[in-house]
């Protein structure tokens, strides 16, 4: 029996007035997707706890299996083990965000232009980060160039009780000053990331990059604070070897923790321009060689939310249905029996462009257990369906028939 799950992050949305009350989901033509709907299970599933935010560290730990109210100890530290940074049981992990701030003179008056700084290259990022690095890193702080604009920063004897430190995704568009943290244990934290305004303005590579008309990585942004994480291996928990294929730390991270590959795939971005034939063929490599469950995550949908791209959000689900699918399902074929999960790990609306933890839509197709479906797999057939799961952890046995 092989598994493969298909994690659309943030796919799931609420009605959109100007695709006439429709959703993402429902507009894009996905007729692989609906297909195996037709003859497989649909319904809805709560992957955040109430008593956690919305991320997609919390949603996909639990659309893996694991119960994030036991096993989650912040984003940043399972970032920071997929870039290969050995923590301490006394370390605190950040997450470095490298954004697009406004130029206002205050700090705290200063808008969130782009939390990506305008999708940053890895390279770029490499030579700014080296620069925080060098002005900020002590025996105390120490920062770690990541992917993109996803960087590490790790404080030695650190503490978590930080205050609001606000995802900068949470913010696009909105001055920043009531998003900082007023804790004084942050105090530290804020100093450099107002200090880092200065120093990366002036950077030549951010002069270069707002000549040739780019976004300048012009300030740090710290958050998603956490300390070493525990995970029990997938094999020891569901009997089964894994892989998870992931442009993204956050991803790649729990892969390790939990023991199973995290292969790279060339050219795999974390948006609509991602190698989506690449991961499709890294997933078939996986299947025949290596693992017998492969969850298969793609960025775009939820990236596209937080930028307020519709059009594109649409299309990044229908891109996954036409070159991925087919090239995957083709494979799964080969074999006696086979069961595919689609689904999202949380909704990111396009009316708010941030996560949010409603129930979310998931379609199971089993070779061997055909019955009767939906004609689209979208939030609202899987609300009529009546199927309900509270949480990952029981979605996920239902799915491994544990």
Same mark, same amino acid.
């Given at each position: ?169 949470? !913010?696009?568009?909105? =001055?920043?000053?009531?998003? /900082?943290?007023?804790? %004084?244990?942050?105090? *530290?934290?804020?100093? @450099? ?126 891109? !996954?249905?036409?070159? =991925?699918?087919?090239?995957? /399902?083709?494979?799964? %074929?080969?074999?006696? *029996?086979?069961?595919? @999960? ?61």
């Amino acid at each position: 029996m092989k598994y493969v799950v298909f994690l659309y992050d943030g796919m799931a949305d609420y009605p959109v007035e100007e695709l006439g009350g429709k959703t993402p989901m429902e507009v894009a033509k996905k007729p692989n997707f609906d297909k195996m709907g037709k003859k497989g299970e649909t319904g809805l599933v709560k992957t955040v706890d109430d008593s956690l935010k919305p991320g997609s560290d919390v949603a996909n730990l639990s659309v893996l299996g694991y119960d994030p109210t036991k096993s989650y100890t912040g984003r940043s530290p399972l970032e920071a083990v997929s870039i290969g940074v050995k923590l301490s049981d006394t370390d605190v992990t950040l997450r470095c965000n490298l954004v697009t701030l406004s130029d206002e003179e205050n700090y705290e008056d200063k808008t969130m232009v782009d939390y990506s700084a305008g999708d940053i290259s890895t390279a770029d990022a490499a030579v700014l980060i080296k620069a925080v690095e060098e002005h900020f890193g002590n025996e105390i702080y120490k920062f770690y160039a990541g992917v993109a604009y996803r960087h590490c920063l790790v404080w030695n004897n650190g503490t978590t009780s930080l205050g609001n430190m606000t995802p900068p995704h949470d !913010i696009s568009g909105r =001055v920043i000053g009531e998003y /900082l943290s007023k804790s %004084e244990n942050a105090k *530290d934290l804020l100093r @450099m990331m107002k200090e880092s305004y200065e120093l990366l303005s002036a950077h030549p590579l951010n002069k270069e990059r707002v000549a040739k008309g780019l976004r300048p990585a012009n300030s740090i942004w710290l958050w998603g604070e956490g300390t070493k994480p525990q995970l029990d291996t997938y094999e020891n928990v569901y009997s089964l070897k894994g892989s998870i294929i992931s442009a993204v730390d956050l991803l790649k991270g729990i892969g390790i923790l939990a023991g199973m590959r995290t292969p790279e795939v060339e050219g795999a971005t974390g948006y609509i321009d991602t190698n989506f034939e690449g991961k499709a063929k890294c997933a078939v490599e996986e299947l025949k060689n290596h693992s017998d469950f492969v969850y298969l995550h793609f960025e775009a949908p939820d990236e596209c939310g937080h930028r307020n791209e519709l059009k594109n959000k649409i299309r990044s689900i229908e891109l !996954i249905d036409e070159i =991925v699918l087919p090239i995957v /399902l083709e494979e799964l %074929e080969k074999y006696d *029996d086979y069961k595919v @999960m689609i689904l999202p790990d949380h909704p990111t609306p396009m009316q708010t462009n941030t996560h949010a933890r409603d129930p979310v839509p998931y379609m199971i197709y089993h070779k061997n257990g055909e019955k009767d479906g939906v004609d689209c797999v979208c939030e609202a057939t899987a609300k009529e369906t009546g199927n309900y799961y509270a949480s990952g952890v029981e979605l996920m046995k239902h799915f491994l028939g544990k």
